[in-house]
């Protein structure tokens, strides 16, 4: 067990300990990564105060698990909690950007060749389980950018499945889905799922079409 010592606690004891439990897209929320520990009991004794935010996630990952909303990072005194998205139309266009350009020609993209929202929002996708990365086997990288759909990914993106229509974030971490679930084409606003396979189509070729 672990036990509150006068050394501080091992970070990384507590999580192989408890094992977080990954989310799933299609159950209810899921909101405590480890419902088997007692975090009203758990306490930080006499340890060093971070020196990166990275050194102090997994004591505000403890923090928040224990029900608060936000926490305080004691490396850069940012207010920091677990935030809710919704599942919207540049994470629609993405994915269906990624599954056109999947159908016609099987392998890894790079997520320059098919994201759509300008940033690193696409990541999201991962926590729907909707696309997979490419282990990295480059000694030389830290990580793989190179990502294919899911079969669950490309039911969604054909508005085959629902799917949540908010996950719930905190460090790049899904904690857990809304219980509200939608279709694809009911997360574009005024486009139809049509008009997204249209414009990805367009920038590919006409041999994909909608099915």
């Not at 006068?6 to 299609?26: H, M, N, Q, R, Y």
């Not at 520990?37 to 990275?54: G, Q, R």
């Not at 099987?106 to 060749?113: L, T, V």
Request: aromatic share 12%; glycine share 10%; proline share 7%.
């Amino acid at each position: 067990m672990i036990t509150e010592e006068a050394g501080g606690v091992d970070i990384v004891a507590l999580l192989a300990e408890f094992p977080p439990e990954k989310p799933s897209p299609t159950e209810s929320p899921q909101l405590e990564l480890f419902p088997n520990f007692d975090y009203s009991k758990f306490k930080f004794p006499n340890m060093p105060a971070p020196t990166s935010c990275a050194e102090e996630q997994g004591r505000m990952t403890i923090r928040l698990c224990n029900g608060d909303k936000t926490t305080i990072c004691g490396a850069c005194g940012q207010k920091v909690g677990i935030y809710g998205r919704p599942f919207n139309r540049g994470y629609a266009r993405t994915l269906v950007s990624l599954v056109a350009q999947f159908e016609r020609d099987e392998r890894w993209y790079h997520a320059k060749e098919f994201n759509c929202t300008g940033g690193g929002d696409y990541a999201k996708l991962l926590g729907y389980e909707f696309i997979e990365k490419r282990p990295n086997d480059d000694p030389d990288k830290t990580s793989s950018a190179n990502f294919r759909p899911t079969r669950r990914g490309i039911e969604a993106a054909h508005g085959r499945i629902a799917f949540p229509k908010r996950s719930f974030w905190f460090g790049g971490m899904c904690f857990g889905f809304g219980e509200d679930r939608v279709l694809i084409h009911e997360c574009t606003e005024n486009f139809s799922i049509r008009d997204l396979w249209d414009e990805a189509v367009a920038k590919i070729g006409p041999d994909t079409h909608l099915t």
